[in-house]
């Protein structure tokens, strides 16, 4: 069964960080990009990175340049979100999500079909 599972979320304070995990069962992640949004109560949904699988470029949204970073460990099968320096407006869900069409990029990021269940990043004082 395909499957991509987060993981990482919690409680954190201004100013802080976490480390969020995206999981894949029954594919290998480092085939397809991956892509990384968030839904936040009362918002629309946003974008909030992808990395590519065959160049490894990566794409970030306006809000978290510069604070988040993401990669892959190709050995644990994971992609990873580097979040720092949180704030407020970074509470949401958070969901992993990727591509299975042949050939496709984080150029249609905004597409991509396959989800995970998401992990919840809160941050407060």
């Known amino acids: 069964q395909v499957q991509l599972v987060e993981s990482g979320g919690g409680l954190v304070q201004p100013g802080g960080s976490l480390r969020l995990s995206c999981a894949a069962f029954?594919?290998?992640?480092?085939?397809?990009?991956i892509g990384w949004v968030r839904q936040a109560p009362g918002k629309e949904r946003e974008g909030v990175s992808c990395i590519n699988s065959s160049d490894g470029l990566t794409y970030y949204g306006d809000s978290v340049k510069g604070r988040f970073t993401t990669g892959r460990d190709n050995a644990k099968n994971t992609v990873y979100l580097q979040m720092d320096n949180l704030n407020a407006e970074d509470t949401a869900v958070y969901y992993c999500?990727?591509?299975?069409?042949?050939?496709?990029?984080?150029?249609?990021?905004?597409?991509?079909?396959?989800w995970g269940r998401g992990t919840q990043v809160t941050v407060s004082s």
């Open positions: 029954g594919f290998t992640l480092d085939h397809y990009p």
């Open positions: 999500t990727t591509d299975f069409r042949p050939g496709s990029t984080c150029r249609r990021r905004d597409q991509f079909g396959a």
